[in-house]
């Protein structure tokens, strides 16, 4: 993308509205544009961001062999007055009357949707195990909408709902996802912890968060630090082995973590060595949960077992706040000029700076940068506007791409460019041909 082509409107003020520094980048960096309260356009470059973040949620969920479809966001009340929740959930609910008078709700989740879904298709625990996700946006009225896309009230979830034949088959389902999770925030650059949680309107007893630390998160937390040490990596899991799932469940919960709803301050104490004791804050990216036949039960949705009985499917739901992790994702990673975007989510590959906009052979090198990055499939951002180094690297550094290649005349009479890392601030300089293949290199590995 040229920039000089582009929608990039970044702001050279702070805005004064935004209280947590990931509000304020976003909204300087030109990603988002508040709409209503709690509810935001996503410009461009938020949108880019936005879908690669989408993007390694399906991939992961599909790694673990769940299976996407999508459902409305607008819902019939009718469903919810069969699960209880239509009356239960209370004022975050959006409830609207269509022309017909008919009470239609804007989902805040699925779970009355999909088991109506499952019921009308599904009879036989020989269609099972079944896991169904989808990625949509969400209303939630909540009171107190803050801090931009991290407590929205319209926000994109990935949700997903498994159906097992019994509860050992569903706690299959739910320590899957606790590792199919570890592995999609670990691509996103992010080290979400699984805390055991306490569960809310979706109701069960078996339910974790996943929590990035950050002072600015809502959850207040406590942790082992050692948890802090383990990576999932890119360790081969066979997503259908019982034994290896819960493995890697048990590695991660063995750890005391716990937020402030569960914490247990005399388990804390007596279960993690005082050096290791971490108490701090969190921002929750998502929540799994075993519910076993709390929706089935109601919403008649039965499966005849293998003794051929007819009997209630256990189920879990499972979420993920796509929206929410972008500004998760700032405050984990930034620094005083800007956001520093992990590789597995940057808007773009790298950016080009031209130091001489409208030097036939400084144009000609960024030219020839832009062309051959993008035939190596890798997608840069080349600043050609004419402007001063100086604000092209303030954008560049607001926007926070890892990867810069600078070009001026000086470095191309040596035959060299400059390439620099936004997150240590490091220049190298090097042939044109050599920072591609680095760029190139630095992609394939992530
Ligand atoms: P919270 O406790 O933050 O209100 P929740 O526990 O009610 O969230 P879940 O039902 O668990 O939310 O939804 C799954 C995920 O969706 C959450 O883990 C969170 O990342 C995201 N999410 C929930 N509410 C919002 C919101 N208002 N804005 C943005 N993301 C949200
Ligand atoms: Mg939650």
């Known amino acids: 993308m040229r920039l ?53 949620v399906h991939e992961e969920q599909q790694r673990a062999g769940h299976i996407p479809l999508l459902m409305p ?28 008078d008919r009470d239609m709700l804007y989902g805040p989740t699925n ?11 599904v009879s036989s625990y020989r269609d099972l195990p079944l896991t169904l996700y989808h990625i949509q946006w969400k209303f939630r009225d909540e009171v107190r909408p803050r801090f931009g896309v991290m407590r929205g ?39 979400a912890i699984p805390m055991r949680a306490a569960s809310g309107p979706i109701g069960g007893d078996d339910t ?70 971490r108490r701090s804050r969190g921002i929750e990216v998502g929540q799994i949960f075993y519910f076993g036949t709390k929706y089935s039960e109601p919403m008649g949705a039965l499966v005849t077992n293998d003794a051929g009985e007819r009997v209630p499917v256990h189920m879990g739901s499972h979420g993920i706040g796509v929206s929410r992790l972008l500004g998760a994702i700032i405050e984990a990673s930034h620094d005083e000029n800007g956001i520093i975007w992990p590789e597995g989510v940057t808007p773009f590959h790298c950016g080009i700076v031209n130091l001489r906009q409208g030097d036939a052979a400084t144009d000609a090198a960024c030219e020839q940068l832009y062309a ?25 550094d607001l926007v926070g791409l890892p990867w810069r290649i600078t070009v001026g005349p000086r470095g ?27 760029v190139a290199d630095i992609y394939a590995a992530a």
């Open 4 to 56: 000089s082509r582009y929608f990039l409107p970044v702001l050279k003020e702070t805005p004064a509205e935004a209280q947590i520094v990931s509000h304020r980048l976003m909204l300087r960096a030109g990603m988002i544009k508040q709409a209503a309260a709690g509810i935001y356009s996503w410009l461009p470059l938020g949108y880019r961001v936005l879908r690669r973040v989408e993007q390694i």
């Open 73 to 100: 966001t607008l819902q019939s009340a009718d469903l919810w007055r069969e699960s209880g929740r239509y009356d239960a959930y209370g004022e975050e609910l959006l409830r609207i009357r269509d022309r017909h």
């Open 111 to 121: 779970e009355e949707m999909i088991t109506d879904i499952f019921r009308s298709h």
């Open 153 to 191: 009230r319209e926000f994109l979830m990935k949700d997903g709902y498994n159906f097992d034949v019994d509860r050992d088959a569903a706690i299959h389902a739910y320590n899957r996802h606790m590792v199919s999770y570890l592995r999609t925030y670990e691509r996103m650059g992010l080290q």
């Open 208 to 277: 974790h968060e996943f929590l990035v630390l950050a002072e600015t998160g809502e959850s207040e937390v406590f942790y082992d630090s050692a948890i802090t040490d383990l990576r999932l990596g890119d360790r081969v899991v066979d997503f259908d082995s019982r034994d290896e799932c819960r493995a890697i469940v048990d590695e991660w919960t063995a750890p005391y973590a716990r937020t402030d709803e569960t914490h247990d301050e005399a388990a804390f104490a007596e279960r993690v060595p005082t050096e290791r004791q």
């Open 372 to 396: 051959t990055l993008t035939a190596r499939g890798l997608d840069p951002l080349y600043d050609d506007r004419d402007e001063r180094a100086g604000a092209k690297f303030a954008t560049m």
């Open 412 to 438: 191309l009479n040596a035959g060299k460019v400059e390439l620099t890392s936004r997150r240590t601030g490091r220049s190298e300089e090097m042939s044109l041909e050599d920072a591609v293949a680095r």
